[in-house]
């Protein structure tokens, strides 16, 4: 940790501001497929068709996750012809997500 003193040193109000920011920020990747997607797009960009693959997952699912992720701004999108290629829009995101492999899945795969 820093040498400042944190979120006790920030206003209340602007704190509250910034929890609630937060707070839907991890809702956004408080679900198993989001996560499982934004995990693979860390790797780089993916298609639609690319992350059915690897998430073993109908179309169906991975495009309404897909959704959901794009409408909070965590991924970007770009078109192809036909194929639809999404990556990561943020990178408070990739850092995120970075953070949670660390802490949950690089033991665990040892």
Known sequence: MSDDAG???????PLQA????????????????????????????????????LLDCRQAAVSQQLARLRAEGLVSSRREGKAIYYSIGDEKVRRAVELMYDIFCREAGR
């Open 7 to 13: 979120c006790a040193a920030f206003p209340p109000e």
């Open 18 to 53: 910034q929890a609630a920011r937060a707070a839907g920020f991890l809702k956004a990747l408080a679900h198993e497929g989001r996560l499982m997607i934004l995990c693979h797009l860390t790797s780089g960009e993916k298609s639609v068709t690319e992350l059915e693959t």
